[in-house]
C-alpha cells in the first residue's frame, strides 16, 4: 500500500473491526446447523470493502451518519457472501478464504440454504438502518436490483467459459452486473440513507460501479503478475483455464495468442507469458482502462461537499487498482 | 368445493386471472435465457393462494386498497416460486406443475440463479406497492423474515429424511417455518400496506400462520386419500417415502405402524392403509388438528371490521382443510 494511502488503510481496518463485531454479534452464536452453515465463510474475515463504502458515502453526505448505517453496511457484506456461497457451488470451488467452502463442509443442500438464509438477512438488516423510511424503501429497492444484475452477471460470466471471442464490451457488460453493481449498491444505499439528494445518488451510483469494475480489472492482473505467496491465490489459474478476462481480450485484440498457455504452467511460463504480454503492450493497456474508469469516477464524485470522507472515497478508487493482491 | 364457498372461488379466479396477467407483463417478454428460466415455473400455472391472502387482507384493512398491494399480492407469489425452484434442486425433484423443474430443464447453476433472480424480484415489487413508506419498510422486514425461516423449515424437513422419530411438535414447528410463515406473512402485508393497526397486523400474521399449517396438513391427508386421477399427485407417495407427516407421527402415537407401507403401493394396499388409519382414529384425529387451527384463526379475525372480506379470508381457511386436491 503506497505511504499517502495511511489514511484509507487505518480506517479500513476500522471498518473491518467494526463489521467483524457486528458479525460476530448477530450470526457466530447462533444455534442450528443452518445458522452455522451461514455463518461458516462470513466469520471466515475478508477486506469488508462493500461496508467501507457504504459507511465513506454516508459520511461523505452527513458527517458522522455512518453509525447510523451500519446495519447497511453489514447487508452488503452479507449480500457478497450470499453470492459467494452460491457461486462456489455453481463452480464447484472446494476452498474460499482459507476454509472449506459451504457446500463441502456440509452439502450443497445446506449451501444453497445458508445463501438464501444470508439474502434474506441482507435486507432485513437495511431495514435495521437509522433512516427515514423513503430512504429506506429506496435503499431496498436499489440493493434487490443489485442482487438480480448480479446473477445476470453470473449467468453471462458461465456463458463465457464455452467461448473464445468475448469481446471487450461483452466483458465489460458481465463485470459491471457481477461485480460493478454492489460497489454502486453500497455507495449508493450509504449516500441515500444519509439523505443524499439525486444528483449526489446518481454520482455515488456511478462511481461504485466504475470502482468495481476497476477492481475486477485488477484481480485479473493480480491473476496474472502476483506470486503466490504474496497473493495467496494460484498465480496464472486464469491463463491456465484459458478464462476470458479483460487481458484475455485484449491480448487477442493485438495479436498475442494467450491459449498456449492453456495448461500446467511452470513459473517460467508464467514468466514468458509475462512477458510477452508487456513487450506487446497488453499489460499497460489493460492498467490505463482500469486507471480511467477510477479518473472519470474521482470526476463524478466532485457534486459531493469537499470532506475528507469524500478524499477516502477517492482513495479507495486509487487503492483498488494499485493493490497488488 | 361447497356450494356455499362459491363467492371464494370466483374471487379466487379473478385473483388468480389479474396475478397471470402480471406475471405475463413483468416476465414472459424477458429476453435473457436466464429471464426465461426465471419465469418457467411462475408461468407454468398455479392457484396464486398467497397474493390472494394478500389482497383480501388489505381489502379487510381498507376496501379498494388490494389494487394497490397488488405489486405486493405478486412479490408473494415469485417468493413462493423461488422457493420451489431451490427445493427442487435439493429434493432431485424433476417435475412441477405439469412442467420439468427448472434445474431439469437447463442446469443446477441456471435453477440456483432464477430462484436468486426471482428473491430479489420479490423485494422490487414489495417496494412498488401503493402504499406509505414506513409500511413497505415493515413489508421488506416481514418477507425477509419468511424467507429465513422458509429456508430453515426447509432445512429442518430434509433432517426429518433420516429420522423415524419425529415428534408433533417438531412437526408442527417445522411446517410453521416451511408453509405457515409465507402466508403469516402475506397477510401481515396486506394489512401493513393498507394502513392497519399492530394489533390487525398480528391477528393477520396468526391467521396467515395457523391457516398454513392447516394447509399442509390437508396435503398431508390428500397425499394419501386423493386418487391420482382427482389430485394429479402420485397418491401414497409419503406413505411410500416412509415420510414423517402428521399421519405417520399421529398413527405411531395411536399404534399404528405405517413403515410396513415403505415399497411400491398398489390400489389395494392404500385403501387398507387408509382403512387401518381410519379405524384406529388417525384420520380424524388429523382432520381435526387441522379444523381446530382454522377454528382459532376465525376467532382472531374479530378485531377487523365485519367486512365481506373477512368473511371471505375466513373462508379461505374454511376452503384450505376442505379441499380434496
Not at 477486506?47 to 458522522?64: F, T
Not at 470451488?93 to 443442500?109: A, C
Request: negative net charge.
Amino acid at each position: 500500500m503506497e505511504a499517502d494511502m495511511s489514511d484509507l488503510s487505518a480506517y479500513l481496518k476500522s471498518v473491518a473491526q467494526q463489521i467483524d463485531g457486528m458479525i460476530e454479534k448477530n450470526f457466530t452464536h447462533a444455534g442450528g446447523e443452518l445458522d452455522r452453515a451461514s455463518a461458516h465463510l462470513l466469520s471466515a474475515g475478508g477486506k469488508r470493502l462493500r461496508p467501507a463504502v457504504v459507511m465513506l458515502s454516508a459520511d461523505a453526505i452527513r458527517h458522522g451518519s455512518s453509525k447510523d448505517v451500519m446495519p447497511a453496511a453489514l447487508a452488503l457484506e452479507v449480500t457478497h457472501t450470499f453470492t459467494l456461497i452460491h457461486d462456489d457451488i455453481m463452480d464447484g470451488d472446494s476452498l474460499r478464504r482459507g476454509v472449506p467452502t459451504v457446500h463441502t463442509k456440509w452439502d450443497m443442500p445446506t449451501g444453497i440454504l445458508a445463501g438464501d438464509v444470508l439474502y434474506a438477512r441482507a435486507f432485513e438488516f437495511i431495514c435495521q438502518s437509522k433512516a427515514d423510511e423513503g430512504p429506506k424503501v429506496q435503499a431496498v429497492a436499489l440493493l434487490a436490483r443489485a442482487c438480480a444484475d448480479i446473477c445476470e452477471g453470473q449467468h453471462q460470466d458461465m456463458s463465457f467459459e464455452h467461448r473464445a471471442d468475448v469481446t471487450e464490451e461483452e466483458y465489460m457488460a458481465m463485470v459491471a452486473k457481477k461485480t460493478g453493481v454492489l460497489y454502486a449498491a453500497a455507495a449508493a444505499i450509504g449516500g441515500t440513507l444519509a439523505g443524499g439528494n439525486p444528483e449526489q445518488i446518481r454520482a455515488l451510483y456511478q462511481f461504485g460501479l466504475n470502482t468495481g469494475i476497476a477492481f475486477q480489472i485488477q484481480d485479473d492482473l493480480i491473476d496474472l503478475l502476483t506470486p503466490t505467496e504474496k497473493s495467496g491465490k494460484d498465480q496464472g489459474s486464469d491463463l491456465r483455464e484459458g478464462k476470458q478476462t479483460l487481458v484475455m481480450i485484449i491480448a487477442r485484440q493485438k495479436g498475442v495468442d494467450l491459449l498456449k498457455y492453456r495448461h500446467e504452467l511452470s513459473p517460467a511460463d508464467i514468466k514468458a507469458a509475462i512477458q510477452e504480454l508487456t513487450d506487446a503492450g497488453v499489460i499497460d493497456a489493460v492498467k490505463k482502462k482500469a486507471a480511467d474508469l477510477v479518473a472519470d469516477s474521482n470526476r463524478l464524485l466532485m457534486v459531493l461537499p469537499p470532506t475528507k470522507e469524500r478524499q477516502l472515497i477517492m482513495d479507495v478508487g486509487e487503492f483498488f487498482v494499485t493493490r497488488s493482491f
